[in-house]
């Protein structure tokens, strides 16, 4: 009983401290974050019925305590589907972000430590990969090889990673001309050692603030390719999908169209509430203090 | 003193405190000042005394997470912290100038300084429409900026560092203020431009009749400025008195120490113990240069083409540093000193010449060279805020060098953390302290540190004592000299201050525009100068004004 006392006091600390300047919408932005994944992890164990359960009431239900946000033209209960897709999403969403934060924000710190010939033909055909539209590059890249998740969230890093690689040179740009970075050179480190251990700490909050923007454009990045048919097949219970097969009946029920939208939007907004709150601590240590009388 | 019944400006008691980690700390601590009409008042002090938390407080202003916790700021008469805002942005600029520390990061770099100044006029709506124009040319005239008209349409960028803060001084005086602020005006200006910015001041003074506040850490421009002098300590005033008072007979300690602190060009150095001898090889040359030639302008097209000609920043320039010996590299900013200390720390590849190493010539990159050499060369720089990794604690800035160029296990390399912390002064306790939690003065003593953890022979030090205090200084500076007893270590000394090089350096080469005009034995060449820019560089030095006796010898201050 002590022990977990304890064990909760230092817990509320911690969360004290990390949360400690970030500003009260960037707070709901969490808390809001901090749901969906829950929802994500436990979804499975307690969602009152099944992703492709069919007929748990009649179709074109309108919402109840029965079924939360109504149901679908095949009976199927939208509030369970809606909790167990965001399982999938979370999960594409932070794969995708994290690979293309991880490839991009390499090649951007060492084109940014690098200065030379590299960096500028590495910035040239950077410049050409982002003025391709995403969505249409996105479509042709998955008609090409084919139709899976995995290949969804291969795409949309390989999307992202240049974007992220811009923003990862634009900071380190500033970090690489102090002196500890000469220092580092002058002890004979390696080119990489310097990127990793001497600058990535230092831009770190940098890509924090962009992983939870890209993040957020993942979200509607994936939704969309969903929607069009070129995510998950059906019947998965991805929101994207679910808002296509359901536009055909919006005249017969708007549930099904709105309950995944609604849960879309929502998450986007909270990403960058948390995402603004974020960069705003990280520009101004001690923002809220200063405020303060 | 004359005209102190009718002060311009007056602190009553003032106490500011500053939100730290926990609850408030008192930043300045009752203090009561008078600034007479027509009177400069010197504020003197250490960073982190409290001085520029004063300085701000005449105009109103408190900096971000503090609060006044008592006492009053009466500018003619009136509770500045009281007035309503208009007043207050009345009284900024238009009664109160301002003049900063860092022109560059005050002047606006997109803005011609012209109209820079001329804001200040319209703003205050002192100059009719018509009126600016000309008003900015005699300001500009007034501060010394040769062809006003034309130098009223050049951007910031385009002026020197003395210029810059000279357009800051005209801002300052643009609206015929009472009272000038001046807040370290000539601390990143190398010593000629310094002189030069002093003996405007003087004579805008005497000029205008502004009253001045004249806030330094270093006594002796004070003393060429003002009439009286206070000096704060950790937010207190210890001591305040005229300034010919002051020199002759401080009575606080701090204050003595504050003058003796002064470096002191003109009295000779005497014996500083002589580096040791019995090191092997002592005497030998070390490092050798030969005909070292740096550009930074690029090659043309891909870098293929031929570099422009004349475009080098240093000069095919030759000298060698004897083995436990220390060679200084003097000259002003931009005189090529650093991009020396660069190439031969490796930083940079010299576009001709040679550097020798222990008579073995060197690769130009430090990362073709190999380890034992990269591991017997070693650099501290400039300003251990930008050498030192702000992420990374102390003890992991040491231990990367020892990981790298020593055979040491977890243990042993702990071990050796602590020792080349108490090598360098420093508790064994600073080991888990990131930088920001240090002062200037021991972020550079880990810098110092990081650089024995080496175990190196040679050791660059480019301007390493500029960014730190007086006091501090005169530390640092000893324990270099106690490391180079102990350890026979071989310095290469790049500074501006040619006090401290002069007690420092057994061989100088004087820099100017990338070539030496002298080079030699530090006591003949300081003494006898035979070229007219070493000339020039020691009667730049700021000393204490003439008239004032003054006994204290340099080697008192370590």
Known sequence: ?293 | MTGSQHPVAQLKNLSVDYQGGDGWTRAVDDVSLDIASGEALGLAGESGSGKTTVAYSLMGERRGASRIAGGQVLFRGRDVFQLPRHELLALRGRSIGFVPQNPMASLTPSMRIGSQIGEMLTFHAVATPQGVAARVRELLEQVGIPRPAEAARRYPHELSGGQQQRVAIAIALACRPDLVILDEPTTGLDVTTQKRILELLAALKRETGVSMLYVSHDLASLSQICERVAVMQRGRLVEEADTAALFEQPRHDYTRRLIAAIPRIDTPPTNRIAPSSSVTGAGEPLLQVEDLAICYASRTLLGLGKYPPDSDSVKGVSFSVARGKTFALIGESGSGKSSIARAVAGLSRPRLGTIRFGGEPVAALAQRRPLQLRQKIQIIFQNPDSSLNPRKTVRSILARPLRMFGQLNAVEREARVVELLQAVRLDAAYADRRPHQLSGGERQRVAIARALAADPELIICDEILSALDVSVQASVLELLETLQRERGLTYLFISHDLAVVRWFAQEIGVLNRGAFCEIGDTETTLRAPSSPYTTQLLNAVPRIAANLPMVTPLERRL
């Not at chain 1, 040239?124 to 890249?141: C, E, F, G, K, Q």
């Open chain 1, 1 to 293: 009983m002590a022990v977990s006392e304890t064990s909760i006091g230092t817990w509320r600390a911690g969360l004290g401290r990390a949360t400690r300047g970030l500003s009260a919408s960037g707070r709901i932005g969490a808390a809001i974050i901090l749901v969906y994944v829950a929802v994500a992890l436990t979804g499975s164990l307690w969602a009152p019925y099944g992703a492709a359960a069919i007929l748990t009431g009649s179709p074109f239900e309108g919402g109840s305590l029965k079924h939360l946000f109504g149901t679908d033209n095949l009976g199927r209960d939208v509030f369970s589907r809606v909790v167990l897709g965001t399982r999938s999403v979370l999960t594409m969403t932070f794969a995708a972000t994290f690979l293309a934060l991880a490839v991009g924000g390499l090649i951007g710190i060492v084109l940014g430590y690098l200065r030379n010939w590299v960096d500028e033909l590495g910035m040239r055909i950077i410049d050409i990969l982002i003025s391709i539209p995403t969505l249409v590059l996105a479509l042709l890249i998955i008609s090409a090889i084919g139709n899976s998740l995995w290949l969804v969230v291969l795409t949309v890093a390989f999307l992202f990673a240049p974007r992220v690689a811009r923003v990862a040179r634009a900071a380190t740009l500033n970090v690489a001309t102090n002196d500890y970075v000469a220092a580092a050179l002058a002890r004979g480190e390696s080119t990489l050692s310097i990127c990793l251990r001497e600058i990535l700490p230092n831009i770190m909050g940098v890509m924090l603030v962009e992983f939870a923007i890209r993040c957020a454009f993942a979200i509607i990045f994936i939704g969309s390719l969903g929607f069009l048919g070129f995510g998950a097949p059906p019947p998965t219970p991805e929101w994207g999908l679910m808002i296509n097969e359901a536009r055909a009946n919006a005249t017969n029920s708007l549930w099904p169209v709105l309950a995944p939208a609604a849960v879309m939007a929502l998450l986007v907004i909270a990403i960058n509430l948390f995402a603004d709150g974020l960069s705003r601590m990280i520009d101004h240590p001690g923002y809220r203090t200063t405020g303060a009388k």
